[in-house]
């Protein structure tokens, strides 16, 4: 699982952290949002399950500007980052650090 943070910065004032939850799009692989806000900004975190990181950030930056373009045109992404959820590194690399060993070729 893949975890992306967006910054979201409203000029004009930031809505209602619950209202941006509700209205953010939620595509196939999007599993959990979660928003804290102030008044001019926001942070998104969205948790993604899409099978690369490269496709999870796409999907992350697609739903914050659909939304965007819909409900704040002013307002815009400001930044974007992203991590592993905790505990699923050793699903990836192995509970060594290193990568699986394939077994043998087939």
Known sequence: MHLILARLDFPDG???AAELRRA?????G???????GSTTSAEVVLFLTLPTLAESESTARAV?????RVHHPTARLAGLSASL????ED???GPDGHEPDPGPAP
């Open 30 to 36: 999007v599993e959990h949002v979660f928003v804290d």
């Open 91 to 93: 699903l990836l690399l």
């Open 24 to 28: 953010l799009p939620r595509p196939t």
């Open 85 to 88: 959820a905790p505990g699923t």
């Open 14 to 16: 930031a809505p209602d």
């Open 64 to 68: 914050c500007n659909a939304y965007l």
